[in-house]
DNA sequence: TTGAAAGCGGTACCAC
DNA sequence: GTGGTACCGCTTTCAA
């Protein structure tokens, strides 16, 4: 005997609205969408109608009529591939389900800041309905923002944010929660109290002295004795980052923790190495590239924070969706929770990755 | 002067096949999918001609049709509330955007492991098309899950697995890493070494079992003189948590740490507090409820690890539409990564749960 | 200001 | 075996 389905409940539709107010689906649809030729009275009843009923509208036969798909248009750095083609990745993925509603155009610039004026003024000109883009020189994307914003083209930034520009939101780890994640992890790691220092590239970047910040209030907060006694500049730059942590080291023989807030790890590592302080220095990190993975593995790196590109990505593209598709306007700013990578689930975040 | 959108690439359909194969849309529909009364020959044109010119059919027009929605039962108990009801939200939210193809039904057992096989048996009974569940009693559901199976119906475990069972695939975090993680930052946070404990609930449950696995592993790894001196069953139970804290913490004066991996962590605390050695333990407990709140604030709680029953509930309605409405079968087996909470990043954690 | 009807991509069914 | 067509919910256009 098979099993009877009971009916699935019906979705009240257009027609459902015209038949309980007693005018035409083409009266209910002007009335919907606040088109001009339609009297005010019909509009309230109609609208109210809606509302009692619960009325929801079915996007996908929505946009089965106009083949105009949605076109979003994602601008994002080459460098450092791996990080951002997660981004891209998480982007792609949560398109998926909308392939026949949404086209992605993907609009790459060389590096976070290079280059980046010349493709957004394009896509703006080929006439996209939605952006998603990390503003590494906000103040020279600022104006195309704005120009964005009055052609009611809604803007998402990813990663870094441009709070001052009128976009719709931005998904990004939260720099104070990172730093301060950070600064949490390394004194618990040194019960003992001792000497940190901390490693950014540019104080003068709103996201690295955020972190700073983060950083020291946590140091207070867990008040064990960690004392913070450098901040190190190293200006995105390997060789600067190797000089500065070998002189660091020599400045202070008995360092317990270094914080390093950028991606640029990889000097500070070598540098340890080279004066044999390894292991003797809880090292937390940012992000996780291939030659992070076995410094993690020896134990050279207690912990890494890492922003998932991947969830960002997802985030940012059905924020922008569900504004774009239903008008739902999501809250002015999306933090994502970092992940704190430590050897024991290294493997599965990789994993993940891959 | 307007922007000129350019036109988007024309989807292939149904009847592009047909007029490139010059047969007509009806037999285009039965080619594709594989029913009877055709050509055999004409069925291989047919498909070569959708293969070559790329068709995706168009899930939204397909279920434009028929109201025949795709019905989806998730089984989850209400006991903790909190964390089964954020499960539920993650299924709802992932859910949304298929409102009109997916209708998703809630039905609740009182608590893990209790009173779950009438509903199952009452959902295959009305016929759905696909169950989300959280096996508390694999052994008791194993027989349904297998009849699910033989009337092709799908079916996802969250948060536990029955991998014995013919499932499509399970969502949760992978218990020995879970432990894994925490002996890592137990041991991390006592570089100098000393006595731990584990508090668990029966070692005979499997999950249990694979996280004092991994939480031996790590305190092997780490390898600075953390010994694990205790491993105490709770049986769920307050009181008697509470009663083999207090003893546990008489046995061992000079306990450094101790990680408890179920969710009956308030007793634990209790009874440190009652001792007057909260700060002097290094405690992880597992996922995140009101109660646990301030202990994280007042540092007696060093994390938490917690195993986001949102994402899980997302994922795991995720994979069972794409099975259901694509046929893309997901991996065996979804490893959701746990979240380590810390006092740095908890009010970030409960902003994402409200 | 309103109603009626065509058509989007796909399914289901009837007629040949 | 195959072709033709009504219909799903919605937008758009044209006529009243």
Redesign the interface.
């Known amino acids: 005997m098979?099993?009877?389905?009971?009916p699935?409940?019906?979705?009240v539709g257009i027609k459902d609205i015209a038949r309980a107010t007693g005018v035409s689906i083409g009266t209910v649809d002007r009335a919907l969408h606040d088109k001009p030729g339609i009297n005010p009275g019909t509009r309230r009843r109609v609208l109210q109608a809606a509302d009692r009923l619960g009325y929801?509208p079915?996007?996908?036969?929505r946009?089965?009529k106009s083949?105009?798909?949605l076109?979003i248009s994602v601008h994002l750095p080459e460098e450092i591939a791996l990080f951002w083609d997660s981004l891209r990745d998480g982007i792609r993925e949560a398109a998926a389900?909308?392939?026949?509603?949404l086209?992605v155009e993907f609009r790459n610039n060389p590096r976070l800041g290079e280059g980046e004026v010349a493709p957004l003024e394009q896509a703006?000109?080929?006439?996209?309905n939605g952006l998603i883009l990390a503003p590494g020189d906000p103040a020279a994307l600022g104006p195309l923002i704005e120009r964005a914003a009055s052609?009611a083209v809604p803007v998402v930034c990813v990663v870094t944010d441009a709070p001052s520009c009128e976009r719709l939101t931005s998904v990004s780890a939260?720099p104070f929660?990172v730093g301060?994640?950070a600064?949490?992890?390394i004194s618990?790691?040194?019960?003992?109290g001792g000497d940190v220092a901390f490693f950014t590239g540019w104080l003068g970047t709103e996201d690295h002295a955020e972190k700073l910040r983060?950083f020291r209030s946590?140091l207070k907060?867990?008040g064990c004795g960690v004392e913070l006694v450098s901040v190190v500049e190293a200006h995105d730059d390997e060789r600067v980052g190797y000089r500065r942590a070998l002189a660091l080291l020599d400045a202070h023989e008995d360092l317990k923790g270094i914080y390093v807030s950028t991606v640029n790890s990889m000097p500070v590592l070598r540098a340890i190495e080279r004066k044999r302080r390894a292991g003797r220095i809880?090292v937390v990190t940012t992000d996780l590239f291939p030659a992070l993975v076995p410094r993690i593995r020896a134990?050279q790196v207690?912990a890494t924070i890492y922003q998932r590109p991947v969830s960002q990505g997802r985030q940012a593209l059905q924020a922008l969706y569900q504004f774009l598709a239903e008008g739902t306007r999501p809250p002015g700013r999306i933090?994502v929770?970092?992940?704190?990578v430590?050897?024991?689930?290294l493997d599965?975040?990789l994993?993940?990755m891959a």
Chains 1, 2 share one sequence.
């Open positions: 098979k099993a009877r389905p009971t699935p409940p019906r979705l929801r079915n996007l996908a036969a946009h089965l083949p105009t798909r076109r389900p909308f392939a026949h509603t086209s703006l000109e080929s006439g996209v052609l939260d929660t301060s994640v600064g949490e992890l618990r790691f040194l019960p003992g983060g946590s907060d867990v809880a134990g207690a933090k929770i970092p992940h704190v430590m050897r024991s689930n599965q975040v994993e993940r």
